[in-house]
C-alpha cells in the first residue's frame, strides 16, 4: 500500500502580489502540467490580471492526476511539485517526510505541507491561501485521497515538524505545526495524526501551543516542546523559558508537565509549585512550595515592580520589595498546607 500525507497550508493576505512565478517551481519545461500554467500565465499576462493556473481547486486537481496513476511515480516529491507548485504564488519548497504509517514494512507514505494561493487582488478580491490536510493511499491498485482541516492557519505557516510514534503501537504518527505570527511573537500549534488499522488518516482529540518555540523533540513516546518567552515590549524579566510534555492518552493529546529553566527568586519557585500542582505533581510541588517559603533573594535589580501604580526598577524601592517577598513566602507556606 502506498500513501501520501499532504497538509495545504492556509494563509490569508490583503494586498499580496497574486502572480504565480513557474520559473521558481524547478518543474521540466516539457511538463505537461507546467505547458498548462504557462498557457495560463501567458493568457493572465495579456489581460494584465492573474488567474488560476487551473479551473480545478489543488484538491481536485490531485484527486483527477491519482485517477491516471497505474503505479507510484518515481519520484514522489517532483510528482506534487509538479501539481502543487502553480497553485502556490509564494513558491515555498515543498518538504517531505517518509514515515511507514501502517508499519507493514512494504509500503511508502510521505508527509508534507502544500500552498494554495487563490484571487486577485488587482482585480480587488481578497489574497488567500487555502489550506487542506490530505491523504493520498494506493491500495488493491487503486489511489484513494482523504482530507482534513488544519486548525489555526490564516496569516500563519504550517510544516510537517516530524513521524515518531506516540502511541506505543511501533507505527509512527505525523506531528503538524502551525505558526501564527504576531507584531512580536511566534505562536505554534502542534496536532498529531494517526493512522487506523483501516487505513483512515485520523486526527488526534487536543492540540500543544506554544510561543516562540526553540526545541521540539519526541522522546520516550512523548512531545516535548521548549521555549514560551513573549517577545512583546514589556513582556519583562519575570518571564523564563520552559519544557512543555505531552502524551497521547485516549486518542488525545494531553500536557503532563511543564519544567521551568531556572527559579532565580521566590516568586518564580512558587510559580514553579503551582504549576506541579495543577499537573498533579504533588511531591515535587511541596518541595517548590518550600523551597519558596525560604528563599531570600539578594537582589531584585534586573526585574521591574508596579508600585502604588506606578512601574518601578528592581533595587529602587526596598521595603516594598521586602513586602512583595513576605507576600509570595506566605502564600507559598499557604500551599504547602493544603
Known amino acids: 500500500m502506498i500513501s501520501i500525507i499532504v497538509f495545504i497550508s492556509v494563509y490569508g493576505k490583503q494586498g499580496a502580489s497574486g502572480v504565480a512565478s513557474t520559473a521558481s517551481t524547478d518543474i521540466q519545461s516539457n511538463h505537461p502540467l507546467l505547458m498548462e500554467t504557462s498557457a495560463s500565465s501567458e493568457a493572465s499576462s495579456s489581460s494584465g490580471h492573474q488567474t488560476k493556473p487551473f479551473q480545478l481547486s489543488l484538491k481536485d486537481h490531485i484527486t483527477q492526476e491519482l485517477e491516471k496513476l497505474q503505479q507510484k511515480p518515481e519520484d514522489m516529491s517532483e510528482w506534487l511539485k509538479a501539481i502543487a507548485a502553480p497553485y502556490d504564488s509564494t513558491g515555498e519548497p515543498i518538504k517531505l517526510i517518509h514515515a511507514d504509517l501502517d508499519g507493514d514494512q512494504a509500503s511508502d507514505e510521505w508527509a508534507c505541507v502544500l ?22 493511499s494506493y491500495k488493491h491498485s487503486r489511489f484513494r485521497l482523504q482530507t482534513f482541516d488544519f486548525p489555526n492557519v490564516n496569516f500563519s505557516r504550517a510544516n ?6 506516540l502511541t506505543g503501537d511501533g507505527k509512527p504518527e505525523i506531528i503538524w505545526v502551525s505558526v501564527n505570527s504576531g507584531a512580536h511573537t511566534s505562536f505554534s500549534t502542534y496536532t498529531i495524526s494517526t493512522w487506523t488499522a483501516n487505513d483512515q488518516l485520523d486526527m488526534l482529540q487536543g492540540s500543544a501551543e506554544m510561543a516562540s518555540v526553540v526545541k521540539v523533540e519526541v522522546k520516550n513516546g512523548e512531545l516535548r516542546l521548549t521555549g514560551g518567552l513573549i517577545d512583546s515590549v514589556g513582556a519583562g524579566m519575570w518571564q523564563r523559558d520552559f519544557t512543555d510534555t505531552y502524551r497521547v492518552e485516549q486518542l488525545a493529546l494531553v500536557m503532563k508537565d511543564r519544567v521551568f529553566a531556572d527559579s532565580p527568586t521566590p516568586y518564580h519557585l512558587l510559580m514553579d509549585g503551582l504549576w506541579s500542582e495543577e499537573l498533579g505533581h504533588t511531591e515535587r510541588a511541596l518541595k517548590e512550595f518550600k523551597a519558596a517559603s525560604e528563599k531570600k533573594k539578594a537582589s531584585y535589580q534586573p526585574y521591574a515592580f508596579l508600585f502604588g501604580g506606578k512601574l518601578v526598577e528592581g533595587g529602587i524601592d526596598h521595603d516594598e520589595e521586602v513586602e512583595f517577598e513576605r507576600v509570595i513566602q506566605n502564600f507559598a507556606l499557604l500551599r504547602r498546607s493544603y
Do not use: L, N
Open 115 to 136: 500552498y494554495e494561493s487563490s484571487g486577485d487582488p488587482q482585480a480587488g478580491e481578497f489574497m488567500q491561501r487555502k489550506a487542506y490536510g490530505a491523504v493520498i
Open 160 to 165: 510537517v515538524e516530524a513521524a515518531e510514534d
